[in-house]
T-cell receptor, first 117, second 117 residues
Framework: ETGVTQTPRHLVMGMTNKKSLKCEQHLGHNAMYWYKQSAKKPLELMFVYSLEERVENNSVPSRFSPECPNSSHLFLHLHTLQPEDSALYLC????????????????FGPGTRLTVL | AQKVTQAQTEISVVEKEDVTLDCVYETRDTTYYLFWYKQPPSGELVFLIRRNSFDEQNEISGRYSWNFQKSTSSFNFTITASQVVDSAVYFCALSELNTGTASKLTFGTGTRLQVTL
């Protein structure tokens, strides 16, 4: 496979369920991102991992828990979500310089459409 | 704070018409990058262009062209002779100065373009 893949593509879960979203990038990049896309709102950056370390956490509720076991894989663990968490969750990756200062484009996966009942 | 404004929520054109999507940004950084992404119905954001703040030359790529005007903080995108396949949501984004080791994009709310026969 090429590019950035995400599974599952669609997920319906109850508020008491625990589920995980998976993202895999095949581009050899060293940074990965989780975004939330809700209707009529800008894309919201949730988490950033660079060289497998979390470098950004935009005040995301603790019911969202990211995990980056290696530079190619990124997970988003979900538990006790609320209906307002229903959205498209997008994963992205980019190649960044170790010392910072790069502005490389991010490559996105197709997203997981999450519905919380 | 960084901000990207795409005032046009939705645009509808007939095939073969030219269409311009507006993007206005705000930043205090002197070095920054601007991006355009396309999001077709499949959900994946597709990278179209990256432009740095020191390069105000307009760019043309096939039917696509971009007009960067630093004086008005605008980075507009024109599709010439639009086609039905151009129907998508288009996002303008601004990259912040790296404070960590990964780039951060601020997205506009997007413009939905509908091209009909």
């Amino acid at each position: 496979e090429t590019g950035v893949t995400q599974t599952p593509r669609h997920l319906v879960m109850g508020m008491t369920n625990k589920k995980s979203l998976k993202c895999e990038q095949h581009l050899g990049h060293n940074a990965m991102y989780w975004y939330k896309q809700s209707a009529k709102k800008p894309l919201e950056l949730m988490f950033v991992y660079s060289l497998e370390e979390r470098v950004e956490n935009n005040s995301v509720p603790s019911r969202f828990s990211p995990e980056c076991p290696n530079s190619s894989h990124l997970f988003l663990h979900l538990h006790t979500l609320q209906p307002e968490d229903s959205a498209l969750y997008l994963c992205a990756s980019s190649q960044e310089l170790a010392g910072g200062g790069s502005y490389n484009e991010q490559f996105f996966g197709p997203g997981t459409r999450l519905t919380v009942l | 704070a960084q901000k990207v404004t795409q005032a046009q929520t939705e645009i509808s054109v007939v095939e073969k018409e030219d269409v311009t999507l507006d993007c206005v940004y705000e930043t205090r950084d002197t070095t920054y990058y601007l991006f355009w992404y396309k999001q077709p119905p499949s959900g994946e954001l597709v990278f179209l262009i990256r432009r740095n703040s020191f390069d105000e030359q307009n760019e043309i790529s096939g039917r696509y062209s971009w007009n960067f005007q630093k004086s008005t903080s605008s980075f507009n995108f024109t599709i010439t002779a639009s086609q039905v396949v151009d129907s998508a949501v288009y996002f303008c984004a601004l990259s912040e100065l790296n404070t960590g080791t990964a780039s951060k994009l601020t997205f506009g709310t997007g413009t939905r373009l509908q091209v009909t026969l």
